[in-house]
């Protein structure tokens, strides 16, 4: 054979349907290169690990994936997993994890870098990249990106399915690759001696544009260098197959014409091949025509607020993984298990417990779940990210079950969600005492942060929820507390309180801070009571309606005097207790009167404005009437573009207007110059030189939650009286820094 010297080192891509024999084809151009004086690695890219067989006579070499578990890579010795094969060629195999687990692809990516890493491919001419199968995922992509194959060679018979899938791995490089960039060296026709084989796959290649740059024929030989571990390249005789070789490796050695990817549509594809009539399927016909009108309709404008539409998208806060660890740990007796890597562990852990160490510390407000949060995390490192978590993972959870907590919750991340690590598996390693829950939340991949506390919210309960618990009559729950607020726990203890004046309890908080049996009998309380009125509590409820058959109070948890007193004559109403509930609301209401009353020196003829994004502060507004303030005026911010619900009181209605801009509430506040303007919606010009503080975003439930807001006000407005004293006029924003130093740092 005539001896080439390669211009330059070519990596070369064998792409193809599974089976179709691109092992063969690779093992032996590789030998035909190395006749031909080239110095070749091999590369083979399948978990089965036999790509190089043949070269090495039938020895299964170690792979890189075996050899790096529990291995540094830096450090690692590259001569551990190359074998020199037949005429010198280097072998390698990226191996993969055990079939059903982990994830091949990132097992393949691995290999590469560590390849990479120690510049194994350097001391090689010509490396030959033999792939798994079809372009399944970015891991087995990884040789055609632009800094590994120079060249592709696609492998297929004429069987429909193998041309499929050659046609699927161009759609694979043109994703690469885009329109123009050339790539594809050709296609190699593997005979399978069908009818019109040759046919289809001209057919095929030429609606791609490319050539048919090799035809193996159908051959006995290569079943017998099989046989004798060989490739064929070392049989003697086989004269017309080693040629088809030979003329390969001329053909790359010569340095291939290069094409870029043209993948066909399925329909096209399918006619070409198959002889069938070419038209669109139903679906693509429906596209089609949506399209269509789509351009015809494109310069009419879409109301806003459409399905679809930015405004009817829910907010993004965080991930699924996220918010489901945030709903679990309230579960105060069970442990949660977080199936991740340390870092996403870390991050959630500092997302539940920064909040109950900063109110802890700044403000003395203690949240139990927050403080100290049952939370352990399975460490997944890259080798489970490559060969599957699960064996770790287990262990973890029978030592956990082993300490009998109330349940055991395990929670995927991105990362084992990705590689299908089953954690539902893991129930089987439940107890009577404690059963072990599964929450696949697989990171971001299943939704947002709020769809991650619904989701284990809903398996919870599945999972733990007595059906047959007997219902007892004088019994509330609380269902759908913020995940993460310093008003939780003051008003469940309010909650507690007055249904205790009552002569009722609180059974279960769904899910605010409860234990496993509280859950467990949650079904034993004849009234559930919303903690608000959010989209996603409405969902809450709706959905233990139809499962369980909850009933539900008509409100949710009141905020104000006023709403809590209507509240509880309802509440007392279907518990039939009214006589204590009057009692309670004359009592609730003296201690509000009084409370109001100790105030009123400091805030009796105070001017005060409000601009507000639309929300319901009645209670603020009537809190404000009754220590004898005066309301100078209302300016409301339909921000969020719902019905407006400020006030239904005709007095306040009367100073109340919608703005729709923060100049228009500039020239209002800078007219009126209140003593205080209570604003969540205001540029720095429009407070300057006033004394502001903040509409509550989520105020105290129940009597009790405007108290807090008028003692606060009452301080500002007496520091601000003996600040004005000594300044004398006073009156600019900086006088505010000793008050927020005082009463906010």
């Known amino acids: ?228 571990r060989r490739t064929l390249m070392e049989l003697p005789g086989c004269g017309e197959e080693k040629a088809v070789f030979s003329g390969l490796a001329q053909h790359v050695l010569r340095g291939p014409a290069l094409y870029p990817a043209r993948p066909l549509t399925d329909e096209a594809l399918e006619s070409l091949v198959l002889g069938t009539e070419l038209r669109p399927s139903a679906p693509k016909a429906r596209e089609t025509a949506k399209a269509v009108a789509a351009a015809a309709g494109s310069a009419a404008p879409q109301p806003a607020g459409k399905a679809g539409s930015a405004l009817s998208r829910p907010p993004l806060y965080g991930c699924a993984f996220n918010g489901a660890a945030t709903a679990a740990v309230h579960l105060t007796d069970a442990l949660v298990i977080a199936h991740s890597p340390r870092a996403c562990a870390f991050y959630t852990w500092q997302n539940i417990s920064s909040p109950g160490r900063k109110n802890l510390f700044n403000r003395g407000i203690l949240m139990p779940s927050a403080i100290s949060p049952h939370f352990e995390c399975s460490d997944m490192t890259h080798a489970e990210a490559v060969f599957g978590g699960m064996e770790k993972l287990r262990a973890q959870v029978s030592e956990a079950v082993a300490r009998k907590p109330g349940a055991v919750v395990v929670i995927s991340s991105c990362v084992s969600g990705i590689i299908g690590d089953d954690i539902r598996s893991l129930e089987a390693l439940s107890t009577p005492e404690t059963p072990v829950i599964a929450v696949p939340a697989d990171g971001d991949i299943t939704g947002d942060y709020s769809a991650g506390i619904r989701d284990c919210l809903h398996i919870l309960c599945e999972k733990l929820i007595d059906r047959d618990a007997k219902p007892e009559s004088d019994c509330v729950n609380l269902v759908g507390e913020l995940a993460i607020s310093y008003n939780n726990e003051p008003n469940v203890r309010s909650l507690r309180r007055l249904l205790e004046a009552m002569g009722l309890r609180l059974n279960c908080r769904l899910l605010g801070d409860a234990t496993c049996e509280e859950l467990r009998g949650f079904l034993k309380a004849p009234l559930n009571i919303l903690d608000s009125e959010s989209a996603d509590n409405l969902a809450l409820r709706d959905w233990l309606t139809e499962r369980y058959g909850c009933r539900f109070h008509p409100r949710p948890l009141p905020v104000g005097p006023a709403a809590t007193a209507a509240w509880l004559t309802e509440l007392a109403e279907f518990y039939g207790c009214r006589e204590r509930a009057e009692a309670l609301i004359a009592r609730e209401m003296a201690d509000y009167r009084a409370a109001v009353n100790a105030l009123r020196p400091a805030l009796e003829g105070k001017t005060l404005a409000l601009t507000t994004i639309n929300d319901d502060v009645d209670w603020l507004i009537g809190a404000a009437r009754d220590a004898g303030m005066r309301l100078g005026w209302i300016g409301v911010m339909n921000y969020l573009r719902t019905p407006l619900r400020v006030s239904r009181d005709p007095e306040v209605l009367a100073v109340t207007e919608e703005v729709s801009s923060a100049g228009r509430i500039r020239e209002k506040v800078q007219a009126l110059k209140p003593d205080l303007l209570l604003t969540n919606y205001a540029g720095g010009e429009a407070a300057e030189g006033l004394l502001t503080d903040a509409v509550p975003s989520s105020p105290l439930a129940l009597f009790g939650s405007a108290i807090p807001v008028l003692e606060r006000w009452a301080a500002l407005l007496r520091e601000r009286e003996k600040l004005g004293k000594r300044q004398g006029k006073g009156g600019a924003w900086r006088d505010d820094e000793a008050l927020f130093e005082k009463y906010f740092a």
């Open 1 to 228: 054979m005539e001896k080439i010297k390669t211009p330059q080192p070519l990596e070369i891509a064998v792409y193809g349907k599974g089976g179709i024999g691109k092992s063969t084809v690779s093992a032996n151009l590789s030998a035909a290169l190395a006749m031909a004086g080239s110095r070749v690695l091999q590369i083979g890219c399948d978990p089965k690990h036999d790509s190089t067989r043949l070269l090495t006579h039938g020895e299964l070499i170690p792979t890189v994936l075996d050899y790096l578990r529990g291995r540094d890579a830096a450090a690692a010795d590259p001569a551990e997993v190359l074998r020199e094969g037949a005429f010198g060629i280097g072998c390698i195999e990226a191996g993969g994890p055990r079939p059903g687990v982990g994830c091949a692809g990132r097992g393949i990516i691995t290999a590469f870098e560590f390849l990479d890493r120690h510049g194994v491919k350097e001391r090689y001419g010509l490396v030959i990249y033999d792939v798994l199968g079809d372009v399944v995922c970015g891991g087995f992509a990884v040789p055609v990106r632009r800094e590994y194959a120079d060249a592709i060679f696609l492998v297929t018979s004429g069987e429909y399915m193998a041309i499929y899938a050659a046609n699927n791995i161009l759609r694979g490089i043109r994703n690469f690759d885009g329109d123009e960039h050339a790539r594809v060296a050709g296609i190699i026709l593997n005979r399978r001696s069908l009818t019109d084989e040759e046919g289809r796959v001209r057919r095929f290649a030429e609606a791609a544009g490319l050539p048919i740059v090799a035809d193996v024929p159908r051959s006995d030989a290569f079943s017998q260098a099989e046989e004798a």
